[in-house]
């Protein structure tokens, strides 16, 4: 009864209210009360999943579809941090170790990042060993992180260079 209480502590120093327990404006606060509590929870949950550190459901899964990175089975910890790191490349870390960093959380671990200052261009030379779905999947994911000056040239190592 967290909002009954609250309203209490509200209307005491007014000194113009009975608060005794058992007297009718009590009962009436009770009630709200009883409403309010759930609406309150509800609100507190609302505002926790809506900050990537503190969100541990649905805040955390609507985040990860809007970036289409759905994580769902990896530690609640590991996908705050995977859309922490998403999100700072896609703001205020766009530097060549940002880049890394992401190419890293797309599940990369081979790979090799030349940059090209004077044609405003980055290479990405993949050496992992892919499918053509994942191939086209991680084309995909990499061209939508890139800023829109930036020219990305994806290369992938073949069956036949491995």
């Known amino acids: 009864m967290r909002a009954y209480e609250s309203m209490v502590q509200k209307l005491r120093p007014l000194g113009i209210y009975r608060l005794a327990e ?3 404006l009590d009962s ?5 009360a009883e409403g309010l509590d759930p609406l309150l929870e509800k609100l507190e ?4 999943e809506s900050f990537i550190p503190t969100a541990e459901g649905y805040g955390l899964h609507e985040r990860e579809r809007f970036i289409d990175r759905e994580r769902t089975a990896l530690p609640v910890a590991e996908r705050r941090q995977k859309l922490i790191s998403d999100e700072l490349l896609g ?8 880049f890394r960093q992401y190419l890293i959380d797309c599940g990369l671990q081979d790979f090799r990042l030349t940059e090209n200052y004077a044609r405003r261009m980055v290479v990405v030379f993949i050496n992992d060993l892919l499918t053509d779905g994942q191939k086209k999947l991680i084309t995909q994911k990499i061209l939508q992180a890139a800023p829109s000056h930036i020219t990305i040239d994806i290369g992938f190592k073949t069956q036949e260079t491995a």
């Open 45 to 48: 949950e609302m505002e926790r």
């Open 22 to 24: 058992g007297t009718v």
């Open 91 to 98: 703001s205020t870390d766009a530097t060549a170790a940002g």
């Open 28 to 32: 009436e606060l009770k009630a709200y």
